[in-house]
């Protein structure tokens, strides 16, 4: 018989239980708790899908996990699982030294996925070690069958010569102009449907104070821009996520891997310091950018991105890349 008492705690008891539990940073979500002699051991937390994720990640559910002992968690992992919803999928991230939690967790049957070699470097230490990206997906939803576009004999020639530059004062107005013309849903099949949030957001929109690479033409107008941005967590501030976005009509110039290289250049020879970029794997158009600058598959979280259509709904998978390139890795 179970030493530890195994509850979906509500009201004042599961206030209780989450006090001794340093929790501030997790989102709301769903808790899960094992506790001895009124005392919690071990906790899961499945967060909320967030709604400014709109239709994209609404079958998502992120997963926190705090334990004082790794056998009350593996128990209270087992109990768990029937009460998850079994259409979602979970996500979870972990340094590799915590490997041994990931097989306490072995009832949830999450899988490792991608593993972001020097992705994480703990708070005030020189030296990182790998991110591991685990998940379980849902039942498989796949979409329909939609023909890759034709690839081109010989690569357009430019649309118009184009500089590229770092973001600056100077360049905000006609970075604020780029960003208003970007259509929500440019990135994505027509057809598809966006929520109610996405229609009103462009990513990045109006975010003028992020680093930017920009290619402008001879007129100063912004084409295409790629935004660099730093996680929040303290350990992963050496590392760069970059966004890709250029107008219809400067497309396939080539302009998209020309701003991935001066993305790699800029980041030279320094120690430790990293590039991702997490595209969806239909978008063919920026995953062969990546591809010839340089980057690597590090792996790919599988049916990650709920695609929408009036008629149909499915779950794509979202790949990860990494620059430098992780070795042995397709």
Same mark, same amino acid.
């Given at each position: 018989?179970?030493?530890?008492?195994?509850?979906?705690?509500?009201?004042?008891?599961?206030?209780?239980?989450?006090?001794?539990?340093?929790?501030?940073?997790?989102?709301?979500?769903?808790?899960?708790?094992?506790?001895?002699?009124?005392?919690?051991?071990?906790?899961?937390?499945?967060?909320?899908?967030?709604?400014?994720?709109?239709?994209?990640?609404?079958?998502?559910?992120?997963?926190?996990?705090?334990?004082?002992?790794?056998?009350?968690?593996?128990?209270?992992?087992?109990?768990?699982?029937?009460?998850?919803?079994?259409?979602?999928?979970?996500?979870?991230?972990?340094?590799?030294?915590?490997?041994?939690?990931?097989?306490?967790?072995?009832?949830?049957?999450?899988?490792?996925?991608?593993?972001?070699?020097?992705?994480?470097?703990?708070?005030?230490?020189?030296?990182?070690?790998?991110?591991?990206?685990?998940?379980?997906?849902?039942?498989?939803?796949?979409?329909?069958?939609?023909?890759?576009?034709?690839?081109?004999?010989?690569?357009?020639?430019?649309?118009?010569?184009?500089?590229?530059?770092?973001?600056?004062?100077?360049?905000?107005?006609?970075?604020?102009?780029?960003?208003?013309?970007?259509?929500?849903?440019?990135?994505?099949?027509?057809?598809?449907?966006?929520? !109610?949030?996405?229609?009103?957001?462009?990513?990045?929109?109006?975010?003028?104070?992020?680093?930017?690479?920009?290619?402008?033409?001879?007129?100063?107008?912004?084409?295409?821009?790629?935004?660099?941005?730093?996680?929040?967590?303290?350990?992963?501030?050496?590392?760069?996520?970059?966004?890709?976005?250029?107008?219809?009509?400067?497309?396939?110039?080539?302009?998209?891997?020309?701003?991935?290289? #001066?993305?790699?250049? #800029?980041?030279?020879?320094?120690?430790?310091?990293?590039?991702?970029?997490?595209?969806?794997?239909?978008?063919?158009?920026?995953?062969?950018?990546?591809?010839?600058?340089?980057?690597?598959?590090?792996?790919? #979280?599988? !049916?990650?991105?709920?695609?929408?259509?009036?008629?149909?709904?499915?779950?794509?998978?979202?790949?990860?890349? #990494?620059?430098?390139?992780?070795?042995?890795?397709?």
């Amino acid at each position: 018989m179970s030493s530890w008492t195994l509850a979906e705690p509500v009201g004042s008891e599961r206030r209780r239980l989450l006090s001794a539990i340093p929790c501030e940073s997790w989102p709301p979500g769903r808790d899960f708790i094992a506790s001895h002699d009124g005392a919690a051991v071990a906790c899961l937390r499945t967060a909320e899908a967030d709604p400014g994720d709109g239709y994209h990640r609404e079958h998502v559910r992120s997963l926190d996990v705090w334990w004082t002992d790794l056998a009350a968690l593996t128990e209270l992992a087992e109990w768990a699982v029937s009460r998850l919803e079994s259409r979602c999928r979970l996500e979870w991230e972990l340094p590799s030294s915590d490997e041994a939690v990931l097989a306490a967790l072995e009832p949830l049957e999450l899988e490792e996925e991608v593993r972001l070699v020097g992705g994480w470097r703990p708070e005030g230490g020189a030296k990182t070690e790998d991110l591991l990206l685990v998940g379980h997906a849902a039942p498989s939803r796949p979409g329909p069958e939609v023909a890759a576009p034709g690839r081109r004999a010989r690569p357009l020639p430019p649309a118009g010569s184009w500089r590229i530059e770092s973001s600056s004062d100077e360049s905000r107005p006609a970075l604020a102009r780029f960003l208003a013309r970007l259509a929500p849903g440019r990135a994505y099949p027509p057809g598809t449907l966006l929520s !109610g949030a996405e229609q009103v957001e462009t990513r990045r929109r109006g975010d003028l104070e992020a680093d930017w690479l920009l290619a402008r033409t001879d007129d100063g107008e912004v084409v295409g821009g790629l935004v660099l941005e730093r996680p929040r967590a303290p350990e992963r501030a050496h590392v760069r996520r970059v966004h890709l976005d250029v107008l219809p009509e400067a497309r396939e110039r080539g302009l998209g891997t020309a701003l991935f290289s #001066q993305a790699v250049e #800029q980041l030279g020879d320094v120690e430790h310091e990293l590039l991702e970029a997490d595209p969806r794997s239909g978008h063919r158009p920026v995953r062969r950018a990546l591809e010839a600058a340089g980057f690597g598959v590090a792996g790919r #979280q599988r !049916g990650a991105w709920r695609m929408r259509t009036p008629s149909a709904s499915w779950d794509e998978d979202v790949v990860l890349y #990494q620059y430098p390139a992780p070795s042995g890795v397709g």
